[in-house]
Nanobody
């Protein structure tokens, strides 16, 4: 059974940084697509950054140049390094996984992911 557990959320000042972690279990890391999504207050969940097992990484426009997605296969851990944080980054952040290599055009769309963590809250103050 696939299990995803996020951590690393919290409070930060605008311009600051946070690193989110997602420990994954129950699947073979290299065969999955994985990503970070977020739900901002009053909005639907949206893709932030994701990659497929073919090595394609996609960032949302809002994340480009500020956020970096990475993984440590030995630790079965996915990371999201968030720099230059803005108040509009405030929201719940989720780790997601899907047991196949998603097409590049789809990896930021939540409907293609079957496995989700419980989320971790990020709050950025001005």
């Amino acid at each position: 059974q696939v299990h995803l557990v996020e951590s690393g959320g919290g409070s930060a000042q605008a311009g600051g940084a946070l690193r989110l972690s997602c420990v994954a279990s129950g699947f073979s890391y290299g065969t999955y697509s994985m990503g970070w999504f977020r739900q901002l207050p009053g909005k639907e969940r949206e893709g932030v950054a994701a990659f497929n097992s073919a090595g394609t990484t996609i960032y949302a426009t809002s994340a480009k140049g500020r956020f970096t997605i990475s993984q440590d296969n030995a630790k079965n851990t996915l990371y999201l390094q968030m720099n230059s944080l803005k108040p509009e980054d405030t929201g719940m952040y989720y780790c997601a996984a899907e047991g196949r290599s998603l097409a590049s055009w789809s990896i930021l769309f939540q409907q293609y992911y079957n496995y989700w963590g419980q989320g971790t809250q990020v709050t950025v103050s001005s």
